[in-house]
């Protein structure tokens, strides 16, 4: 936003309001408003931004018709979605289906969303943990959300101009994926992500119980054409990633350094790792041809286990089972927390260039291991000095001072502890707005709890979890919001809503949905204007319309057994009018937005009347978008 000052005179118009003439009606957000300085006239849109601006800094509550300011999205654990949350609010502004299906939308069942879904279109669940948008030189770019689905070992890429996952990946020869994160700098080539089970290598019934055979690997895949870029193996069980701000490392927590294969097995050790990847070095190899592959995969794979002795790896021990890695927003350290010990561990950054040239010792580079409480799992930060690590047994948030925790660490009589606030309950990860950016604003902190227990009204043997909100703009953290939430939030991430420029329609030569474009080619159709029905043997292509409140179409035949594609394109134009297609009877549903071409594919294997009918309210006929399916006995 411009302040008005800034303006020459003579762009003054009639548009312009006086600030004066809002104040009876809403005194204290302009009363704030002067408080940030604004003065002289503004643009309604100015001063609707800097009021609904104003009450989220002063109120934390944004009023109906008001904009919230932050984009957060939201992992949907095994509900396998991304959630779009306005914060501060807290209101859920869509979904985003990704590894499950969705009635709605069609997702997983329309032919586009197959074709993106590639070799898992025929899986239907899915566990997605960690959502992270794509970054140039450590900002958030508003290009990409990446998000993990641990339970079938998949990556899946949002587009943010249209909020519709475009891409997944089932990454071979690793099993669950679980940490994901991207590069920062200079901007997100890579995406990382960790192969958290091991498994006998090759995994084809030969080696079953022998430890000898079993790893798991580090995945790097190229993040503009969701391929695999390579792969690294590893020593133990890799669980979270984060990576640093010069784009050379990454680094990912990791237990069982008994190489266990049985559960008790991985937990004996009182240090495991934290696994830190030169990310240019296995570049240059993998340039160079210095690689393996794995069975069947072209995917290039170089050894970074402990034995192998190479430049890719180093193993930096940290107590017990770390969890969660997190880089601070300044790029100096990464902090891994120990779960299953009270610590976390302070890793600088700077050192490890001396570490894998080999002048220092590995736990050389740590510079800090404060006490924070019990079941530390995540960390986040306000770009301010202060670090907020979730502790799970505790039930609590400690915000402590990063600086002070590295004094304390050489000695110095310091508490860097400076708040625990009680959430509820046992939170999972935590994260703060823009903070793992370098724009790190620190006003709000989310703390994903597990459990809500007593906080709603009963909801039977099942309860929601709990999303809290936290003002941690002032020196106190302030718990403001309980946000329940279905199954289950593992991360999130909030990016300020100035980085995020979705369309508001979508375009005719959308790659979402070129092939059936292609197809339509092919067959001689003009998808924006014509309605047809086209027959190869017993596949039937049908070819229709839709423009509030009419489907281009109200009736067509086909006969008992026929393969029925239909394929719909909404010819408006207006913001906002969505409709569908659906069919009854036939398991057979899907969105088609304005401008948008969606089909689907269905056979019809029963004879009759079927209508087909527009699911989308989208006009005061809605109820009348419809028609007919003739299903002739042959
Ligand atoms: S994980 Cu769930 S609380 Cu999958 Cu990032 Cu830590
Ligand atoms: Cu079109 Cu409802």
Redesign the pocket.
Known sequence: MKDSKDKPENEENKSKVSRRGFLGASAASAATIAGLGFSGVMTPTEFAEAASKARANSHHTVGPGELDEYYGFWSG?HSGEVRIIGVPSMRELMRIPVFNIDSATGWGLTNESKLIKGDSADILCGDA??PHMSMTDGHYDGKYVFIND?LNTRVARIRCDVMKTDKMLTVPNVQAI??LRVQKVPHTKYVYCNGEFRIPQPNDGRDLNDPTKYFTMFNVIDAESMEMAFQVIVDGNL??TDADYTGRFAASTCYNSEEGVTLAETMRNERDWLVVYDIHAIEKAVKAGKFTTIGDSKVPVVDGRKKAKSQFTRYIPVPKSP??INTSPDGKYFVANGKLSPTVTIIEIDKLSALFAGKIKERDTVVGEPELGLGP??TAFDGRGNAYT?L?IDSQIAKWSVEDAIRSYKGEKVNYIKQKLDVHYQP??NHTTMGETRDADGKYLIS?C?FSKDRFLSTGPLKPENDQLIDISGSEMKLIHDGPTFAEP??CMMVHRSKVKPKKIWTRDDPIFAETVKQAKKDGVTLEGENKVIRKGNKVRVYMTSIAPNFGMSEFNVKLGDEVTVIVTNLDRVEDVTHGFVMTQHGVSMEVGPQQTSSITFKADKPGVFWFYCHWFCHALHMEMRGRMLVEKS
């Open positions: 654990g943990h960690h641990k679980h940490g669980d979270n969890h969660g799992l995540h979730t799970f999972g990860h994903l597990k593992h991360d």
